[in-house]
């Protein structure tokens, strides 16, 4: 993660004290002291330059880089905002009284400053500690006329991200309440919208018991996420295939109906409602297609939907992780209704209902349509870094509904 792009991190860890330095520090401490005050920065530089020579995407036991970003959201970050709330006031403050010569003008920017840092150590304690824990049921309705009579009020609960390399020791009892919440919805079916692991499958040998016991009338049905190809570790091509192969497995084991560019149907009789034959819904899973380096190009909505035409009978649900999938492939396909994706975690942050992850990327969270066919992007569960802040874990529970 840090080897991406060191000199960045080195930059935001270094700036802030060269500027105290040479405004404060050297006019106030002596030499000893003011290299004490160097002391965190010193030890962050190292802490990177440590980091930028690890191969994998995060390293191994993961606390390492939960540690780092603790400290950067702790030190760094409130650094830098301060420094900058410094910087405007001192202009402010030479603009505003050029012709006060008598005394030398308050710097209000410090002032706006520490108000800022209090405000950054509130998020980084209250996401760490308190928001990754919280979870919410989120229930939508979805109507349409696609919606065939017998599947009016039939009920999808939707989870994604578990992420669950982050659920170890006593954050375990996390995962497992979210597990206990969608059973205790007692939905019709339920999907699983991709990343379950991390970085490698061995992660979820410890909670392959908790991802077992998820049950529905109709079963639960799973997609790749980009997290979940390997595409994190550095391992040789026969390894990251075997290793993709092993997280199938494990889903499989779980009981899970792995969706690989493949589909299931599920019939209901139209007898209750009067009327001669059977109603479909089909649940497709195309794998994960993203535009990153590391979020492989596989899906593949022909042979999801093999053989599948749009009918009044049948009603077409989509899996894919990736939300920018839909509006590249999906939708052009033309056959999807409602299309359910995750990928984003509506970044794990948001203040007053809005995430800046929405400025660059257009389908960040909620709904989207685009003529007869819609796409519902959940924040997810969970996340490769421990911290929500503003954009809380949640379940879907989606209602269908005949319009």
């Known amino acids: 993660m840090i080897a991406r792009a060191p000199y960045l991190f080195l930059l935001l860890i270094i700036i802030p004290d060269i500027y105290f330095d040479l405004h404060y520090w050297r006019h106030k401490y002596q030499t000893e002291k003011r290299l004490l005050r160097w002391l965190p920065t010193i030890l962050m530089v190292a802490y990177t330059i440590y980091l930028t020579y690890e191969s994998n995407f995060i390293p191994e036991p993961p606390y390492i880089i939960y540690i780092y970003l603790f400290l950067l959201g702790l030190i760094t ?89 982050s659920y170890t020791g006593s954050r375990q009892e996390i995962l497992k309440q979210a597990i206990d919440r969608i059973n205790a919805l007692h939905p019709d079916m339920i999907v ?103 979020s492989p190009k596989k899906g593949n909505i022909k042979k999801a939907l093999n ?42 942050f948001a203040l007053f209902d809005w995430s800046p992850l929405s400025v660059i990327n257009k389908e960040a969270y909620g709904w989207f349509h685009e003529g007869e066919q819609s796409l519902l992007v959940t924040a997810g569960i969970g996340g490769l870094i421990p911290f929500r802040f503003g954009a809380t874990g949640e379940i879907v529970e989606i209602t269908l509904r005949k319009k």
Not at 142 to 148: C, D, F, G, L, Q
Not at 203 to 214: G, K, N, P, T, V
Not at 316 to 334: K, Y
């Open 192 to 294: 699983f919208t991709g990343d379950l692991q991390n970085t490698h499958p061995q992660e979820i040998y410890e909670h392959l018991d908790i991802l077992a016991s998820l049950k529905a009338k109709d079963g639960v049905y799973s997609v790749l996420g980009n997290h979940d190809y390997a595409c994190y570790i550095d391992v040789n091509d026969a390894q990251k295939v075997a290793n993709e192969r092993e997280t199938v497995s494990l889903q499989r084991q779980a009981g899970w109906n792995v969706l690989l560019n493949s589909h299931r149907i599920i019939e209901r009789s139209n007898a209750s409602n009067g009327a001669k034959g059977k109603s479909y819904l089909v649940v497709a899973g195309m794998e994960n297609d993203g535009t990153g380096s590391r």
């Open 77 to 165: 970050i409130p650094k830098m905002v301060y420094m900058l709330c410094s910087i405007i006031g001192l202009g402010c403050s030479k603009l505003f009284h050029r012709k006060k010569s008598s005394h030398k003008s308050r710097n209000w920017g410090n002032l706006v400053g520490w108000v800022c840092v209090l405000f950054i150590w509130y998020i980084l304690f209250y996401g760490s500690f308190i928001g990754f824990k919280k979870l919410e049921v989120n229930r939508q309705t979805y109507s349409s006329e696609a919606v065939p009579q017998a599947f009016d009020g039939y009920r999808i609960v939707q989870f994604s991200d578990a992420h669950v390399g």
């Open 307 to 348: 053989g599948i035409k749009t009918s009044k009978d049948a009603f077409i649900l989509m899996l894919e992780h990736d939300p920018s999938a839909w509006r590249r492939i999906v939708v052009p396909d033309g056959r999807s209704h409602l299309t359910l994706s995750g990928h984003t975690h509506r970044m794990q």
